[in-house]
């Protein structure tokens, strides 16, 4: 019994080398012709390898420095003097409830007050914006692009559309004190403190007291945003606009969608 049992230890050991000896002659033999697989064959393998990860991260790198490239190139334009004042697409008109005051004044004669009313709402935002782009800065970089890919194959504002809707309350509760700071500091507040009570001493009308901190925050963000969706419209249709290797690699991808 005991001779049987070790006969069969001995055949199932030997078995056992047998298989792992042709296993490694099978490895040795795929490392030695390696060198003569052709680039296409090579090719053809790596495509088969899970690649996810690292095109994601692609992708999410490279929305984020077009947003960073949004903010640097064309946020900018807005700190400038008349950066929102002379700019047509981002000027910051009176609300609903300010043009009746606006019209009210000029057939008094104030035009000149309201013409000044008008251009401190927009100075505020200048320098409002100018204090405030390390915020829009930062969420970029905090931003998390699980959907990256949804989003380089989405419209010409798809990346701007989703920070716009992932910081826009966040960047709301930090943005609205710089803009109240702001006012102040262009004399926006005096200038529409005086417009406010000329106007709530004409007879008959119905007294205004507007939050011109909220409305003003609302519209220097919504020109923001604006901006940041001219660069990456350009990034997307002009190739000459993708200043890294990066930028040319990934929005390649959505060139060909």
């Given at each position: 019994?005991?001779e049987?049992?070790r006969?069969d230890?001995?055949?199932?050991?030997?078995?056992?080398?047998?298989?792992?000896y042709?296993?490694?002659?099978?490895?040795?033999?795929?490392?030695?012709?390696?060198?003569?697989?052709?680039?296409?064959?090579?090719?053809q393998i790596?495509?088969?390898l899970?690649q996810?990860?690292?095109g994601?991260l692609?992708?999410?790198n490279?929305?984020?420095?077009?947003?960073?490239?949004?903010?640097t190139k064309q946020?900018?334009?807005?700190?400038?003097?008349d950066?929102?004042?002379k700019n047509e697409?981002?000027?910051?008109l009176?609300?609903?409830?300010l043009?009746?005051?606006?019209k009210?004044?000029r057939?008094i004669?104030?035009?000149?007050?309201a013409?000044?009313?008008?251009k401190v709402?927009?100075?505020?935002a200048?320098?409002?914006v100018?204090?405030a782009t390390?915020?829009?800065v930062?969420?970029?970089k905090?931003?998390?692009?699980?959907?990256?890919k949804n989003?380089?194959?989405g419209?010409?504002n798809?990346?701007?559309s989703?920070?716009?809707n992932?910081?826009?309350?966040?960047?709301?509760?930090k943005f609205?004190?710089?803009?109240?700071?702001?006012?102040?500091?262009v004399?926006?507040d005096?200038?529409?403190?005086q417009?406010?009570?000329r106007?709530?001493?004409?007879?008959l009308?119905t007294?205004v007291?507007p939050d011109l901190t909220d409305?003003?925050?609302?519209?220097?963000?919504?020109?923001?945003f604006t901006m940041?969706s001219?660069e990456?419209?350009?990034?997307?249709?002009?190739t000459?606009?993708?200043t890294s290797?990066l930028?040319?690699?990934v929005?390649?991808?959505q060139d060909k969608?």
């Amino acid at each position: 019994m005991a001779e049987s049992l070790r006969k069969d230890l001995i055949y199932s050991f030997a078995y056992l080398c047998g298989i792992i000896y042709y296993t490694m002659k099978k490895i040795l033999s795929f490392l030695f012709l390696l060198p003569l697989v052709g680039c296409a064959e090579l090719q053809q393998i790596s495509e088969q390898l899970p690649q996810t990860m690292t095109g994601n991260l692609d992708i999410s790198n490279a929305l984020k420095e077009a947003l960073n490239n949004g903010i640097t190139k064309q946020v900018s334009k807005l700190t400038t003097t008349d950066g929102f004042f002379k700019n047509e697409m981002v000027k910051i008109l009176l609300p609903q409830e300010l043009q009746k005051v606006d019209k009210t004044l000029r057939d008094i004669g104030l035009s000149s007050l309201a013409d000044e009313g008008l251009k401190v709402l927009n100075r505020a935002a200048e320098d409002a914006v100018k204090e405030a782009t390390p915020i829009f800065v930062d969420a970029i970089k905090q931003m998390s692009f699980s959907d990256a890919k949804n989003i380089l194959m989405g419209s010409d504002n798809a990346a701007t559309s989703y920070l716009q809707n992932t910081t826009s309350t966040q960047l709301y509760s930090k943005f609205s004190p710089v803009v109240s700071s702001s006012l102040s500091k262009v004399g926006a507040d005096k200038v529409w403190k005086q417009i406010i009570e000329r106007y709530n001493q004409v007879p008959l009308v119905t007294k205004v007291n507007p939050d011109l901190t909220d409305y003003v925050t609302n519209k220097a963000m919504e020109g923001v945003f604006t901006m940041v969706s001219v660069e990456e419209k350009n990034i997307r249709t002009n190739t000459a606009a993708r200043t890294s290797d990066l930028l040319k690699r990934v929005f390649a991808m959505q060139d060909k969608k």
